[in-house]
């Protein structure tokens, strides 16, 4: 499976309370209001078809799949789940989560 980024940009709440149904199924790392990391069995087209039935006129998404290079400052949460789908598993911190605490 696939890790990819999320940002969804809605213009009304009832539209956020449909994403987050629709992305809780899936593995998902929430990051911010409307931004998930999320681990999808399939590509980036089609992470946007099983999303698409909740974007309204107004509303923006954006999907990008992520490889095993980013990087982060304080976002610990997403820094031990992209670890754990690195390793497959429950990993301990890696040096550069230790330094940054």
Known sequence: MAVFLVILDCEKVEAYNRARKRIQPLVACKLSGTTWLVEFDG????LQQYLQEIILHND????AALNHDWGSINMHLARRWLTEKRTGGSAGPTAA?????
Do not use: G
């Not at 590509?43 to 089609?46: G, L, R, T, V, Y």
């Not at 923006?60 to 999907?63: A, K, N, V």
């Open 60 to 63: 923006s998404l954006f999907i």
């Open 97 to 101: 989560e230790r330094d940054a605490k």
């Open 43 to 46: 590509n980036a087209s089609e």
